[in-house]
């Protein structure tokens, strides 16, 4: 059994990677390449297409989704097995793919075909391919992610996706993996530890608390597919807590995650499934204002706070929140709140390091607003969650993070004795 990576080697988009077993061709992944990266999209894949037999995929995020229309679209033609909450989010992601990407690789066609050949499978059902079989555990990362267990060959390997916070409170914890000969593991926090999260919440509410009490308004690019969710339902838990504000979600995908996620019920953890049994959407603060139009949402410019503003992108690469920020900056009163992660190189790195004025839609604006980053926040795992979760693992291969973040976490590894890797592109590992 091999596993060849053609993405998310050495950096944390365009997720992809081939496995071969007993003659037999199954893709894990097929995500869109991101930021820097995003011309590789255009590339060949690196192997046919056409001798695919079947993709599995982990979860509904574009960097691990946005290229199996482009797959489609170049001659494949099997079953892409899914969670049913995988296939129904993969939807709402890649028909937004379409909307705002100025060149994607795909047409509307495309995302029809590769949804029409959806085919649900839920965590501990067995997918067999002759002597390979692979089969599905609980990730923690989205509603309905999983890593992959495979089974081929008289050896085992095992290929994370992305692994969840297990902090956080909306979605259940990472289940651990069997014992593998070879674990193909994520490593986008490879470097740190995240910041406890009830701290995390308590910094936010302290500065929704400050920035609402003094008439601001208060912005927080957000991620559309569970990043909003989770700020949603922190403020439907604390609203009471917090100056009388409203709530503005001015994203039309998030919008389209909201009104689907009580179809998801049981993909979420105890505690969230709990609301929904009890008659109550915690994802529906008292306040909460959804923004249609862009007609809406460039009105809100001209309202006085106190407000809250989510809107994306989550990465600020585009969005209505680069319009709320380029009239909301300016003014001492307001914040921006980073919930999220910030590329090396893009706006959200730039506004972080505080200058005195930065460039946004081709205007010069003063950078007087308070800028806060909380990464507590993050939907990924922290370093030492991931440290626990390859416990007992003789060999990693460690692939979706930038190189320095991979080292970090093989340094220590390497320390307890495991055999450690980076993932380099084209270049198949064997187990």
């Known amino acids: 059994m091999r596993i060849v990576p053609f993405g998310a080697a050495r950096e944390v988009t365009g997720s992809c990677h081939l496995l071969l077993a007993g003659g037999r061709r199954v893709l894990l992944d097929c995500g869109l390449f991101q930021g820097r990266e995003e011309a590789k999209n255009h590339d060949p894949f690196g192997f046919d297409p056409k001798e695919v037999e079947a993709v599995v995929l982990t979860h509904a995020h574009l960097d691990h989704v946005g290229r199996l229309p482009k797959l489609f679209r170049e001659g494949f033609r099997g079953p892409v097995y899914a969670t049913r909450a995988t296939g129904l989010l993969m939807r709402i992601v890649l028909e937004d793919a379409l909307k705002v990407m100025e060149a994607p690789p795909f047409g509307r066609e495309h995302v029809e075909e590769a949804l029409a050949h959806l085919a649900p499978v839920e965590y501990g059902e067995w997918l067999r391919f002759g002597d390979l079989a692979l089969t599905l555990g609980q990730a923690g990362h989205l509603p309905g992610s999983a890593f992959v267990v495979a089974l081929g060959e008289g050896k085992t390997l095992v290929y994370s996706g992305d692994l969840g916070n297990r902090q956080k409170t909306v979605l259940p914890d990472p289940s651990l993996p069997p014992k593998a000969d070879l674990v193909v593991c994520e490593g986008t926090y490879g470097d740190r530890p995240h910041r406890p999260f009830p701290e995390t919440v308590r910094e936010f509410l302290a500065i929704l608390q400050e920035t609402l009490g003094q008439g601001g308004k208060v912005f927080i690019p957000s991620f559309a597919v569970e990043r909003a969710q989770e700020i949603l339902l922190i403020l439907y838990e604390n609203g009471h807590r917090l100056p009388k504000a409203p709530v503005y979600l001015d994203s039309p995908m998030a919008e389209r995650v909201l009104e689907l996620y009580p179809r998801l019920v049981r993909y979420f953890s ?123 693992q003789p060999r990693v291969v460690l692939v979706h993070g930038e190189e320095e973040k991979l080292l970090a976490l093989g340094k220590l590894l390497a320390l307890r004795g495991q055999e450690v890797s980076l993932a380099v592109l084209g270049e198949g590992v064997g187990v």
């Open 270 to 392: 105890e505690k969230v499934q709990a609301y929904f049994l009890e008659g109550k959407n915690p994802f529906r603060p008292k306040g909460l204002v959804v923004v249609e139009s862009p007609e809406e949402s460039r009105a809100l410019n001209r309202e006085p706070g106190p407000m809250v503003v989510i809107a994306g992108s989550g990465m600020l690469s585009g969005g209505r929140i680069l319009s709320h920020l380029r009239h909301g900056l300016s003014d001492p009163k307001n914040a921006l709140v980073f919930v999220g992660y910030q590329p090396r190189g893009g706006l959200g790195a730039e506004l972080i390091a505080r200058p005195p004025s930065v460039r946004i839609l081709g205007e010069e604006v003063p950078l007087r607003a308070r800028v806060h980053t909380l990464g507590g926040f993050s939907g990924h795992a922290g370093q030492d969650e991931l440290l626990d979760w390859l416990q007992d």
